[in-house]
Structure formats: C-alpha cells, structure tokens
C-alpha cells in the first residue's frame, strides 16, 4: 500500500471533512457540496483526488453518483496502524513508571 497516497489525499481540510461526512454513509455529489458550500467542481476534484489514493468509491445509481468510504483502505491503514501499538503500549508503561518515581520521590 502507499501510504504517502493515502496521507497526502487525506491531509486537505476539505478531503478529511468529506471522509467525515462519508463516514454517516453514502452521499451524492449534490449533497456534500450542499453540506461544505463548496462548487460542485471543487468537490469533484476532491472526490477525484480520493477515488485515486483508494479512500472513496463511487457507485452510479440512474443520472447521480454515489461516494462511499473505501472499507479496505480503512482495515489495510488500520493493520499499518495496529504495528505501532506495541512500541506506544511499551512507551506508556514506561511513562507511567516514571511518573509513579516522581509522585514517590515528592512524597518524600
């Protein structure tokens, strides 16, 4: 996976507010200018921007197009994620540890 894609795509205020919006479900183009009061062309490119980094994916349905989070790039960005939880965990305990002989220390 890219991850250079995926976080560029993803770092833009307005492409990180579409990915909340999406996040409700499903929205047409219409809808999420309505909801940013951005042009619909602005939109479109962003939508553009995240159907290529895999964030979004379209389904036509009759006249109007339908955006919806891309689940997989989600999981594939969560399991990316889930290989720093042992180093954060172990940081934390450590963290604590510290603050525990500070606490003991001043009570002295």
């Known amino acids: 996976m890219n ?5 560029a795509a993803v770092a833009e205020p307005n492409r ?4 909340e919006m999406l996040r409700d479900g499903p929205s047409s183009v219409n809808a999420l200018v309505e ?3 951005l042009k619909q062309p602005l ?6 921007i995240l159907a290529g980094a895999g964030v979004v994916r379209v389904r ?3 006249q109007l197009r339908f955006y919806e ?3 997989a790039k989600f999981k594939e960005i969560d399991m990316w994620l889930d290989t720093f939880a042992h180093t954060w965990t172990q940081r934390l305990e450590n963290l604590d540890t510290v603050l525990q ?3 003991e220390d001043s009570g002295r």
Do not use: G
Request: no cysteine; hydrophobic share 45%; charged share 35%.
């Open 43 to 48: 939109v479109s490119k962003h939508l553009r």
């Open 35 to 37: 909801r940013l009061h």
């Open 16 to 19: 990180l507010r579409i990915i």
């Open 60 to 62: 036509p349905q009759a």
């Open 101 to 103: 002989d500070m606490e």
């Open 69 to 71: 989070l891309d689940e």
């Open 3 to 7: 991850m250079d894609t995926f976080f």
